[in-house]
């Protein structure tokens, strides 16, 4: 079956401490993988594309498909990051509907 | 570009009643996705539309709910006979293209439309 697991609802984390936000995922071929972040009252907006392996507000994520995971890390997190982060995946044929996972709220402490 | 847009923001039916919700993609995007979030859940793809196409529809419950995406004009979303269940915050999404060999393009997400069935 094709799924997207985020497996902590909120995570609360102090300003300056590292944080990471797990993705691991279940799919038969080869996806894509994508980080979507809403900010209070705002729309969703891509983060960051594995393929694009760029590194967006500190933000980086490794594609590991021996673990399926896509984990997203940030080695000092800001106030300003605490918002929704939905992991998302795509086909890379058909219909590239995308497949999300439940979300994870990130809180950063002061 | 003023980005996908939905309307209305919020929606409220009695059950029973029709909802229709609008999504005007991003300038020259011509792929429509529509998902659904119900509570304490993630976005779940409902429907694929092209112009005046329906790509993939394997999201939509079976009765009451349609979707087009006409030549000229927004995509609607239609929810006849509402009922409690209906309530969720409805998401539209464009994309340019529906991507090339071994990758997609990203999809741009509107602001949503919350509907409350009374």
């Known amino acids: 079956a094709q799924r997207v697991t985020q497996p902590e609802k909120l995570l609360s984390v102090f300003k300056g401490a590292p944080v990471e936000l797990k993705c691991n995922y279940s799919y038969s071929g080869s996806p894509e993988l994508f980080w979507y972040v809403q900010y209070s009252r705002q729309r969703l907006q891509l983060l960051l594309r594995h393929i694009s392996r760029e590194s967006i507000k500190g933000f980086t994520a490794d594609l590991n498909k021996g673990e399926t995971s896509f984990h997203l890390k940030k080695p000092f997190a800001q106030e300003e990051d605490s918002a929704m982060y939905y992991c998302a995946l795509s086909s890379t044929s058909g219909t590239y509907k995308y497949i999300f996972g439940t979300g994870t709220r990130l809180k950063v402490l002061a | 570009n003023a980005g996908v847009m939905q309307n209305p923001r919020h929606l409220v039916r009695r059950r029973g009643q029709e909802a229709r919700l609008r999504c005007s993609p991003m300038?020259?995007?011509?792929?429509v996705y529509w998902y659904r979030q119900l509570p304490e859940e993630g976005l779940k793809f409902m429907v694929y539309l092209q112009k005046e196409n329906i790509i993939d529809e394997s999201g939509m419950p079976k009765e009451r709910f349609s979707a087009e995406f006409p030549k000229e004009g927004p995509s609607i979303l239609r929810i006849q006979q509402v009922v409690r269940g209906d309530s969720a915050a409805y998401f539209c999404?464009?994309?340019?293209?529906?991507?090339?060999?071994?990758?997609?393009?990203?999809?741009?997400f509107g602001p949503g439309t919350r509907l409350t069935v009374l």
């Open positions: 999404a464009s994309s340019p293209r529906q991507g090339r060999i071994g990758s997609t393009d990203t999809q741009y």
């Open positions: 300038k020259g995007h011509s792929h």
